[in-house]
């Protein structure tokens, strides 16, 4: 199994501009989750998806902040428009949400930085 | 609400020296504990958890933590640190949902040669 892919793995954009993030799950999980790291706020919790449904977005900052998961295979986190305070490392992860017992599995995440 | 804390943000060690690692959680109920290690560039890798039975939980590269309920802690620790060790630890604390975890800060760990 590859893991959970994220891309791209850098982002560079101005200000103002619109950012998509993207991640594939590992095949079979059916929870998938959106983090943010920061130096000043660790790590945070964004959104969560189960079987493609958005269960919890509480940990989303603002409107500018949207997530989709059109398909099992597939989710996107979109920044419009993006600020300099977005700047992170956004991390996807997933997990098999049927088990308890099963932890997540974290992609190699997506470095944002705003201009 | 559920928190977790790591007092120490930075620790650094010998190579072959023993390490342990400090967490102390809050939670209602009885939780799911988990360490991760996370090394440059990299995700977040899962170490070792715990559910439920023995308190000593044993995990890959040859951590092993210790849940102790009169405590509210969950120690990580290693008899002889590698150079290779040397990354960010983090402990987290989540309910029946994996996902939901709560994080700490992180460890920073140097490992000295």
């Known amino acids: 199994d590859a893991g959970v892919i994220q891309s791209p793995r850098h982002e560079v954009t101005e200000m103002g501009q619109e950012v998509t993030l993207r991640c594939k799950p590992i095949s079979g999980h059916n929870s998938l989750f959106w983090y943010r790291q920061t130096m000043m706020r660790g790590l945070e919790l964004l959104i969560y998806?189960?079987?493609?449904?958005?269960?919890?977005d509480s940990g989303m900052p603002e409107d500018r902040f949207s997530a989709k998961m059109p398909n099992a295979s597939f989710s996107t986190l979109k920044i419009q428009p993006s600020e300099p305070r977005d700047s992170a490392v956004y991390f996807c992860?997933?997990?098999?949400?049927?088990?308890?017992?099963?932890?997540?599995?974290f992609g190699n995440g997506t470095r944002l930085t705003v201009t | 609400a559920q928190s977790v804390t790591q007092p120490d943000i930075h620790i650094t060690v010998s190579e072959g020296a023993s390490l342990e690692l400090r967490c102390n959680y809050s939670?209602?109920?009885?939780?799911?504990l988990f360490w991760y290690v996370q090394s440059p560039g990299q995700g977040l890798q899962l170490l070792l958890k715990y559910f439920s039975g023995d308190t000593l939980v044993q995990g890959i590269k040859g951590f092993e933590a210790e849940f102790k309920r009169s405590q509210s802690s969950f120690n990580l620790r290693k008899p002889s640190v590698h150079w290779s060790d040397a990354a960010e630890y983090f402990c987290?604390?989540?309910?029946?949902?994996?996902?939901?975890?709560?994080f700490g800060d992180g460890t920073t760990l140097t490992v000295k040669p």
């Open positions: 939670y209602g109920a009885t939780p799911y």
């Open positions: 992860a997933s997990t098999s949400g049927s088990s308890y017992n099963s932890p997540l599995h």
């Open positions: 998806f189960n079987n493609n449904v958005p269960i919890d």
């Open positions: 987290a604390v989540a309910n029946t949902n994996a996902g939901k975890s709560t």
